[in-house]
């Protein structure tokens, strides 16, 4: 298998893991200052993209790819690979509970 073949199952294995987690909407509030920094928490975009409201099972997918390198984004990296499964959880629950306005 090449390395990116391994890498795909890997991330899908740690999606399906996370998502069986049973997130706190509250932690990922919590959680969530470090990254209503540059997301807007009102869901529009400005060259960021909008975070808010999105389905759990993507954004757990999209951290889960930026944490293992699969999504090559520097500041996103950054942001992923010291959050624990529980963390994403928390994350993903939390900005799925958000409505845009
Ligand atoms: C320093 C600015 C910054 C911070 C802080 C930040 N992000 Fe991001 N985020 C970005 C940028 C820029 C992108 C787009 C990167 C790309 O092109 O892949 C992004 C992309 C994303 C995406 C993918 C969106 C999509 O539809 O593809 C998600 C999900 C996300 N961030 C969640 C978070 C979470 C959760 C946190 C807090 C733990 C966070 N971000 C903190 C700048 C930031």
């Known amino acids: 298998m090449t390395p990116e073949g391994a890498a795909l199952l890997e991330a899908e294995a740690l999606t399906t893991e996370i998502l069986s987690l049973d997130g706190d909407p509250t932690f990922g509030e919590y ?3 470090a990254c209503v920094t540059c997301h807007q928490t ?3 975009s400005d060259g960021i993209p909008a975070i808010v409201g999105l389905p759990t099972d993507y954004t757990v997918q ?3 790819e930026y944490k293992l390198g699969l999504r090559e984004n520097p500041v996103m990296r950054l942001m992923t690979e010291r ?3 529980e963390e ?3 994350l993903a629950e939390w900005l799925g509970t958000m409505d845009v306005d």
């Open 31 to 33: 959680l969530g200052g």
């Open 83 to 85: 959050l624990s499964n």
């Open 42 to 44: 009102s869901g529009h």
């Open 88 to 90: 994403i959880a928390a």
């Open 62 to 64: 999209a951290l889960v």
